[in-house]
């Protein structure tokens, strides 16, 4: 993908948001990534731990707040 032209963020926020990203981009090429932001619910459910979620709770691009949570 590197080689392809495409930067280290592109990749490393596809591998945050479906963990064998590199597996379904090779089965189908076309595949493309979900669409931010996402919910807390749904990086759970991919396996990521409370405390990697939290700390992207910084960046509300990246992570749709949950009615009731503030990050402070």
Not at 16 to 38: G, H, T
Not at 51 to 57: A, E, G, P, S, T
């Amino acid at each position: 993908m590197i080689d392809e032209g495409c930067d280290f963020v592109l990749i490393g926020r596809a591998g945050i948001l479906r963990r064998n990203f590199p597996e379904r981009v090779r089965a189908d090429p076309a595949y493309e990534s979900p669409k931010l932001p996402v919910t807390a619910q749904f990086l759970r459910s991919g396996g990521l731990s409370e405390r990697l979620i939290n700390h992207l709770r910084r960046w509300p691009y990246f992570l749709l707040e949950e009615r009731g949570f503030h990050y402070d």
